[in-house]
């Protein structure tokens, strides 16, 4: 079991241009989630799935898109980047919401 | 808005000796889980415990154990024969529904 992966592990982008990160889990979650980690904030959700076809904003969505077509798989996008969206991506799926979730190593995003 | 506190942005304790690390949140719903999380320099968050609101009895795992008050909406977590390997960050935070809030973090160092 691979657990969850993300890709890419690094990226480096200027103002404005756009991007897709992927999420992947092969444990059969319903639950998926995308977070972003920033010095002293810890961690913030963004947007979030309860299954296949679904998504829902979480506490931080603006400025990014997601999609979830097919269920081991969530996609994070940035249609505009800003340096603000400088940070540290995680991804995490759980069977439930209540339950544990299992994380991705992130993904370390800076926008020049 | 929900929000959970971690007021101890750094903490040392020596090896082989007990520590606890303190968490409150605020909410408003009755149902509702908490949990703290771990993320050691690489980067990989972990879940360390979790309990469930309803439950009056505090959760634990090994050598890690929670003091959950209720009525004082306060999640604290104690290590017990604290190891090296223990040194991380520590994140509290809170699940309602399908909307999961996190502290600021804890750093924790073990001196050996």
């Known amino acids: 079991n691979a657990g969850v992966t993300q890709t890419p592990k690094f990226r480096v982008l200027k103002t404005g241009q756009s991007m897709t990160l992927l999420c992947a889990q092969d444990?059969?979650?319903?639950?998926m989630y995308w977070y972003r980690q920033d010095p002293g904030m810890g961690l913030r959700l963004i947007h979030y799935?309860?299954?296949?076809?679904?998504?829902a904003k979480g506490e931080v969505p603006d400025g990014y898109n997601v999609s979830r077509l097919k269920k081991q798989n969530f996609l994070l996008g940035l249609e505009s980047a800003a340096p603000s969206q400088t940070s540290v991506y995680f991804c995490?799926?759980?069977?439930?919401?209540?339950?544990?979730?299992?994380f991705g190593p992130g993904t370390r995003l800076t926008v020049t | 808005a929900q929000t959970v506190t971690q007021s101890q942005p750094e903490m040392s304790v020596q090896e082989a000796e007990t520590v606890t690390l303190s968490c409150t949140y605020d909410?408003?719903?009755?149902?509702?889980?908490l949990f703290w999380y771990k993320q050691p320099p690489s980067r990989q968050m972990i879940l360390v415990i979790r309990?469930?609101?309803?439950?009056?009895q505090n959760a634990t795992e090994n050598r890690f154990s929670v003091n959950f008050q209720k009525a004082a909406k306060s999640f604290s977590l104690k290590i017990s024969d604290s190891q090296l390997g223990d040194a991380a960050m520590y994140f509290c935070?809170?699940?309602?529904?399908?909307?999961?809030?996190f502290g600021t973090g804890t750093s924790l160092t073990v001196i050996p």
């Open positions: 909410t408003s719903e009755s149902d509702y889980y």
């Open positions: 309990q469930e609101a309803y439950k009056q």
């Open positions: 995490a799926s759980s069977y439930f919401s209540a339950y544990e979730q299992y």
């Open positions: 935070a809170q699940n309602t529904g399908n909307q999961f809030y």
């Open positions: 799935s309860v299954g296949e076809g679904t998504t």
């Open positions: 444990m059969n979650h319903e639950y």
